[in-house]
Every structure is written in structure tokens, then in C-alpha cells.
């Protein structure tokens, strides 16, 4: 892949802006969220170049954004932000992606590392019995056609409703873990065929369960609201999606879409960037059928949460309650939301898609938990698995700069293949032992995959993301023991 | 001379969708297909001296990246109908079919009989079998074939094409 040839002109030490004139199609500006550091490996591929292309989009606002953990996609960007008028913009299910709805649950417990250090191998054993994972996973939870159906409108709903976790994980789930505007009718049969084994699967690739460790505390009154309270205490973070029936919807739909372009006088510089205005069947359509798929992840998370929750019960003879063994939050960084920002001073309903972005709602906002409005949204931002996690939380500035988005991870460095090439699986889980982490995988050969050699350092990222003032940072977290699909 | 080498290439090429695990053993002028290099996702390109070769081969690139196709055997087959856009597209749809195949009803293949493929419909026979897990390692989950910068070109001696998978 040649390297990107343009140029990124400095805003300040962590904004980076691609002029409107790179490009002649461009509607806006592309703008970056990086240190200068970070500018060099960024321009090594063609990342830049799809910011550009995603501000040819028909009705996108004030800027197409990419995070600092962004990474070369296929149309958008991995790391990707772009907001587009609903009144004359477009919906791209490419600006979603397959996995939509990937995003990561965070839950709290008392305990702290020594307790669980004890036990490690014990808790990561029971846990990868009792949370089906790897590719191709079969559910525990069979659900029917009917059954199916429900799911895809009430979400994590459907899972509190049978016996999977509490209302509480509702109140701290983004959207109350439901999507209201689903419709099953617009979801296909083969989606549902699917789906409909996969419900309540961690799947494989970079997903992942950690029993992570409090390891540095930045701000102590935020993470007291969260329910942190001291470096030792121990986090279960968990990071999956919509599974084979989201891939299947964004398929579906990309397809839709790909013949609506010309029929709507769409110029694209990308295929991939398929769209069709926000306000017409084909968009329409696709927001219904996304939001079954979004639903579905929530239902998903929430019946691992329980399962997480049963095998700590198990292994340390007492009740999840007991254990303190409270939902944190839940967020999506894989979606596309109808919201309301101030564009030029003025409030506008834009579409707002994060591509490997999370939503960062700043304190006060109406969308955010009664027991967070003080603090704004809770973020979680996964490392690698040999590094770190952080904790962060929204700003008003996300609000006013970032459409309410900061990053969502680590970003990758090193494509799978030349992980593969470069690591054998085997050494990298000898590695991580050696540092205290230990893994527990069914697909041995693909930790070489997802090693923090093949992953930027979330720490830079992070930082990018506190000094531009889109996050807060609050608590960093280091893996204890890994699950991984 | 140019000829006789154009041949021995679409024999070769041949040879990769009947033979790869021999045709791999070979040092050839040219693969059925390669894989590439994408950060977040995997690539591949194909190769075929004519169109019905290249989505064969791509097929076979696919599956290839599921697992190892040497190791799939000929027990069952489904046949295959799509009508697309056009011709790229086309190539995406038959790449997904096979993909939902896989995820939905765990069948693995290793032949793909391209019956038919004129403009933007094509029919076909795929070859394979039941995932057994015992058997079959599975290397990476394919979520999706992409559009993206798909274009299938015209080569000196047949066709090529890019596909970005998402895995």
C-alpha cells in the first residue's frame, strides 16, 4: 500500500485538519485527532485518504473526523466520525460497518487482585465454560423464530425479561439497551437463519472477556460514582457485537444501497461508501434493520454479563451481590444514531455515524443515567491484551467539536497476516504468562493475532483524546486473565 | 514461445482449483490467488484466465482463508443462483453467499463449478462438506466480502481482482 500523499495542516498540537481543496468532491474538511508523533505512521496507509473520501458523503456537517486510534477500514476510516443532516444527508451502512453494535461493557466487583490472583485459573476455566466463544460458537439460549423476533425489538430487554441480569444493567446500558425504531420486516430471513444460533456468543477475532485490575486512579470522585474505589479492585470488561446477524444485516443492506446510489445521483469516490438519503425507504429501512442488529448485541452482552456474573458466584461462593458485581455502563462503538447538536450555533438533527468511535455525552446531557449526570457518559477504551485499558469519560467539548465522540480503542499497526507471520501464537501466551496475565483461548494460533505488538499503544491514544478534551481520562486497568473467542 | 507460456499458465491456474495442495508445492508463474496485506482486515487477489476461473479462484481464496480446502472433502454440494448489478458486484454477492453458508449452515467448500456466469447473473455448483470440527481447523471467522476498491481488471493473460475481506 503506498503511503498517503497528502498533506495535514496543524490546528493545534492535537488537531490536524485535510483542506476542503485535497479533494475536488470534498463538502467539508477532513479533521484529525492526533499528536505529531502519531501524523507519520497515520500517512503510512491510506487512512487520510478515506477521511477524505467519507466528506464526499451527500449533507455531512462541519467536518468528516477520524480519532486517534484510527486505522485503514474498507470506505470508512476505522476510527471514523461523520455527522450528516437528516433533513438532506445520507445514511451509509458502511459507516457502521459489519459488527454493528460492537462495543464494550464494563462491571465493577468488590474484589481486589489478590483474591482473584488466587484463582485465576480457576475463574478464567469457568468462565470459558460457561460464556460460549470462538469461531462459529453455538448459544446456550435457543431462541425460536418468535422468540427471535422479540429480541430484535426490546433488546437487552428481552434478556433481563428471561432471567439474564437485572433492570439496573438497563439504566446503565446506552439506550436503555434497546433501540426503539426496530423492525424485524426489514430484516432478512437469512440474517434471522444467522442470528438466531449466535444469540448470547462472544464470537472470536478481537473479541474478548478480561478480568482486568484497577491499576491508577485520575480522577477519585468520578470513579467513585462508577463504583471504583481503589487501585487492586478488580473489572470485568466485556467486548462483543451483533455476531453473524449483523454481518448479514449490513450485507443485506450495503446491497440495497449500492443500487439506490445512481438512482439518487450519488457520486461516490468509493463503493464501499454506499448510501441513500436518511429520508427515503432504502435509509429508512436500513436504520430499522440496524437497530434489530444494535438490539441484538445489547440482548448479547446482557446474557454474558449473567454468565459472567454466575461463574464469579461459583468460584467464590458467594452471590453476585455480595460480589458488588455492578454493571458500569455498556457502549456501542459500531452505530449510527439520529441525535441533536448545535451546528453553527444552531441545534440540527444529524445522523451520526461512529465507526470505531464511542458516543462521550458530557455531564448534564439528557441521554446519560440519573446517577451520571454529574460526571457525563462513562467510556471505556480497550488496549491490547498485554497492556492497558482506560476508563474516560464525555465533555462538553466532544459535544461542541466531535458530535459527542472520542475513540474506541487501541487501533491496529500490524495487519493479522503479518502478526501471524511474525508471532506464533504460543510465545505470545508464554509472554503474557511470564507478566502475570494468563489467556484462556480455544484458537491458540490467532492470539498471535492480537498482540500488543500489533496494536498502538491505547496510552497515546488516550492521551490524544484528554489533551484535545473530547474525554476525561479517569482510570487506567491492566489485564488479569483473558478470554478470548 | 509467449504463447506456449500463456498455456502452461492457464494450466497452472487450472491446476490450482482441481490440485492446490500440489499446485502449491509447484513453483509456478502465477497463483490462483494471493493474500495480502489490509491492517485491520485481510486481502486477497485472485487470479483467472477468464471470468468463470477468476470467481472459482476467488471462491477458492475464500475458503482458503477459513481453513485449509486440501482437508475439505466432496461430500455434498448446493447450487447457487445470483443476479447482481453488474459484474463487480456480482463477484461481492457470490463471495457473501458462500460466506452466509458458511456462518449459517457451517458448510465448508473446495470446488466451485461455474455453470454459467454471463453479464451480471451467475449459476453455480459448490463442492464441500459439513464443518467437523475435528477434522477442519478453522483459521478466522469471515464476517463479509467488501466493495471496497473492488475493481476486476483485464491482464496480459486473463483477469485479476482485489478483494478486501471483513474478518
Redesign the interface.
Known sequence: ?PKWQGQFVKIDDYHWKIPQTYKEGMRVPGLIYASEEMLESIGE?QTPEQVANVAFLPGIVNFSMAMPDM?????FP?GGVAAMSVKDGVISP?GV???INCGVRLLRTNLNEAEVRLKINQLLGELFANVPSG??SQGKIRVSQKEMRELMIDGAHWAVKHGFGSKEDLDATEEGGRMKNADPGRVSD?AV??GMPQAGTL???NHFLEVQIVKEIFEPQIAKAMGIEAVGQILVLIHTGSR?FG??V??DH??VM??AVSRYGIKLP???L?CAPIDSKEGRDYLAAMACAANYAWCNRQCIVHWVRESFSKVFAKTPEDLGMRQIYDVAHNIAKIEEHKVEGQKLKVCVHRKGATRAFPPGHEDIPQRYKEIGQPVFIPGDMGRCSFIAVGTQKAMEESFGSTCHGAG???????ARRSLRGKDVAQDLERRGITIKTG?T??LAEEASQAYKDVTEVIEVCHQAGISKKVVRATPLGVIKG | MSQALGIVRIAMAYAAIKLPSLYNRLSVVKRAFE????????GIIAYGANIRQLFSNAALALSSLITEPENIKEKINRHVEIIS?DR??LLV?WL?EL??LF??E?ILFKRFNIENLRGNQLRAICYGEN?DPLRHK????V??A?????KINRASDGYEVQI?F??
Open positions: 500500500m496507509e486505522h485503514w477500514g474498507y470506505g476505522i458502511g460497518g459489519y459488527d469461531l462459529g437469512k437463519k444467522r464470537g472470536s477475532g453473524g454481518h448479514q449490513c450485507t450495503l446491497r449500492e443500487e468509493d463503493r464501499q454506499a491496529r499497526i500490524l495487519s493479522r497476516h503479518a484458537n494460533p490467532s | 493474500v495480502t496485506d489490509h491492517t485491520a482486515d485481510v448489478e463487480d458486484s454477492e457473501n460466506i452466509y456462518d449459517a457451517h464443518l478453522i483459521n478466522m471467522g464476517k463479509a467488501t466493495y471496497h476498491m473492488l478486501i471483513d474478518v
